[in-house]
């Protein structure tokens, strides 16, 4: 297994989650720097933007099937208004005690969930309670197990 080693980089907070996410596909799989590294050498080349847009049309297939499964549904794209830059990425929203786990957000304490991830540490990443994400998977295992 590689060592990883921490990074600490400066960007505007809207792009918090995205930089996490780069991280993550960093870890995960191998050839993702390579792909990455290509895209920044070369830009946004015609064939790299279809090719984007194919992947991007399988993660939203993968997604909806996602959300069919946990019995939420994802609204069509061109059904909403285009979020704020600063929520594109985002995994909760809100203030204070108001604060609530966006699909997106859900995804992700699934995810780290099922990987071991202990609820504070997902607390901390997503932005929400330890509490609320007790909640959210116990209701979560209720929902699976019904």
Do not use: W
């Amino acid at each position: 297994m590689t060592a990883h080693r921490q990074v600490n980089v400066r960007v505007p907070m809207r792009y918090k989650n995205l930089i996490v996410l780069a991280g993550r596909m960093l870890r995960e799989d191998p050839s993702f720097a390579a792909r990455l590294h290509k895209m920044i050498n070369d830009g946004p080349s015609a064939a790299a933007m279809a090719d984007m847009m194919d992947r991007l049309e399988k993660v939203e297939r993968y997604v909806r099937g996602v959300a069919e499964l946990a019995g939420s549904s994802v609204t069509e794209p061109d059904a909403v208004e285009e979020p704020p830059v600063a929520d594109e990425f985002a995994f909760s929203r809100g203030e204070g005690m108001s604060r609530r786990l966006t699909q997106f957000g859900k995804l992700e304490v699934l995810r780290l969930h099922r990987n071991g991830t202990r609820a504070t540490q997902i607390a901390a990443v997503v932005g929400v309670s330890q509490q609320a994400i007790d909640q959210f998977i116990s209701r979560h295992k209720a929902r699976e197990a019904a």
